[in-house]
């Protein structure tokens, strides 16, 4: 019984990790489309706002990259707060477990773009824990506004039903942020 407990108690942990990675890409996604835009810094246009700019005006040509090309940057950005975890002794798994899916959020942003992914992928889609096509086109309709997170089918209805990124735009508008979300270059309005 003991093993039971245990493996439930890793599988729902497990779980946990796949949602909290999910909403951290969900949030950098968000961000990015929301509030970059061409101009303010040349590494930022180079390495994330000219790909973001074109896959919203292609988005099936995320497709066509390799696998490198599409997860370098994510894995990158991942590397930092795993380097700090890991020089201050973090020795929990589920950070690290966290982040390493989260690294991947671009695979699997990709794969929701896939009208025939592999095997293994269709059947976590079917499932929920991957996010099917279905579930992620409607982030590239009009008002391009929902559905940033890529990874699973779980957490946009909640965050888009609650109008969770509204509310961040509105905390940010209030500061004197502006969204550039929805602009031609984005394939906006």
């Known amino acids: ?3 039971v407990l ?3 108690t890793v599988a729902v942990h497990a779980l946990l ?3 909290a990675a999910d909403f951290l890409a969900g949030l950098m996604h968000w961000a990015e489309d929301t509030w970059l835009r061409p101009g303010v810094s040349p590494l930022l246009d180079r390495l994330v706002v000219a790909p973001n700019m074109e896959h919203h005006q292609r988005p099936g040509g995320i497709r066509q990259a390799t696998y490198w090309e599409n997860n370098w940057i994510t894995m990158a950005i991942v590397a930092v707060p795993t380097a700090i975890i890991a ?3 973090v020795r929990a798994w ?3 477990l966290t982040l390493l899916i989260a690294s991947q959020s671009n695979q699997f942003h990709m794969w929701g773009h896939c009208s025939n992914p592999p095997l293994p992928v269709r059947s ?3 499932l929920g824990l991957l996010q099917p096509a279905k579930h992620h086109a409607l982030h590239h309709k009009r008002p391009y506004a929902m559905r940033y997170c890529t990874t699973t089918a779980f ?3 909640l965050l888009d039903g609650i109008g969770f990124w509204r509310g961040l735009e509105s905390i940010g508008e209030l500061l004197g ?3 550039y979300r929805a602009t031609p270059a984005r394939g906006g309005y």
């Open 1 to 3: 019984m003991t093993y």
């Open 6 to 8: 245990l493996a439930a």
């Open 17 to 19: 990790c796949l949602l």
């Open 87 to 89: 020089l201050c002794g």
């Open 94 to 96: 589920e950070p690290y």
């Open 124 to 126: 976590l889609q079917r």
């Open 155 to 157: 957490l946009n209805p």
């Open 177 to 179: 942020a502006h969204v």
